[in-house]
């Protein structure tokens, strides 16, 4: 059975409150052999910490997410410390910018965004970055960081070919999911066609972005498949070969033994 790793996944959404324990359990059977569930909110990342406790296979991040930025004061990011510093808790995520919903005001999108790299950089860990509309941001604040930056991957990337290697030439990792396999998928199919295979990495995003043929339906990580599968295709190669190598990484990135 090959192995497939699942870098983002939110199995703590409220769409999987009737089935988790079900769903859960049955991952490894369907090949999946890690998940790492990503915080996005201090309730959520509490959340995901007591997932990684209770499945082996199961890893945390934990961060709030520049949607929820607006609702964070300053004691908040000691309490995110103290929840970093779990067990199983492997990275600060999902941090950034979003310009594309603006829920939270710009530049306290960017304070936050600053904070939580310094918290990763204080504890050791890479992060998993969310950008949405907004690449010229990110990029200008991980470069002014690039000092206090452990790596990191770019999750569900959505970017041009040209802004992911500048992206790879800070240390991330690049993330595709359902994405990859949608029929107008321009931008992903050119960076999975070109990226080097040790940058690679896969994610579902359950429940969202689900792949063909389920898009508009709820994901879940056994749907990493079919994005290891589209991008085999794309990239001329065997599926082994793309899920032994996403493996590899997300290993390497995350530092799982």
């Not at 969310?130 to 690449?135: E, K, L, S, T, V």
């Not at 802004?163 to 960076?191: C, H, Q």
Request: a negative charge; charged letters at 30%.
């Amino acid at each position: 059975m090959e192995m497939l790793f699942d870098t983002h996944a939110h199995l703590e959404d409220e769409r999987f409150d009737e089935d988790r324990k079900q769903l859960i359990e049955e991952l490894p059977e369907k090949g999946v052999a890690y998940v790492v569930n990503v915080g996005s909110t201090l309730e959520t990342s509490r959340m995901s910490v007591e997932l990684a406790a209770r499945y082996p296979f199961i890893y945390a991040a934990v961060g709030v997410h520049p949607h929820e930025v607006s609702q964070m004061g300053s004691e908040d990011l000691d309490a995110l410390e103290t929840i970093a510093k779990s067990d199983k808790v492997v990275a600060i995520g999902e941090i950034g910018l979003d310009y594309y919903y603006d829920f939270s005001p710009r530049e306290l999108q960017k304070e936050w965004f600053a904070r939580q790299i310094d918290l990763a950089y204080s504890l050791g860990m890479p992060i998993i970055i969310h950008d949405r509309d907004a690449h010229a941001d990110v990029l200008d604040i991980l470069k002014a960081k690039r000092d206090r930056i452990l790596g990191g991957v770019m999750h569900c990337y959505s970017g041009s070919w040209e802004m992911a290697k500048d992206f790879m030439d800070l240390g991330f990792y690049i993330s595709l999911g359902g994405p990859v396999t949608f029929e107008n998928a321009k931008r992903p199919v050119e960076v999975a066609q070109k990226i080097p295979l040790d940058r690679l990495v896969i994610e579902t995003d359950s429940p969202y972005l689900a792949p063909t043929p389920h898009r508009g339906k709820r994901n879940n990580p056994a749907y990493v498949r079919l994005v290891a599968e589209k991008i085999a295709e794309i990239r001329g190669m065997s599926f082994e070969e793309i899920a032994e190598a996403t493996l590899n990484n997300a290993k390497k990135l995350f530092k799982i033994e």
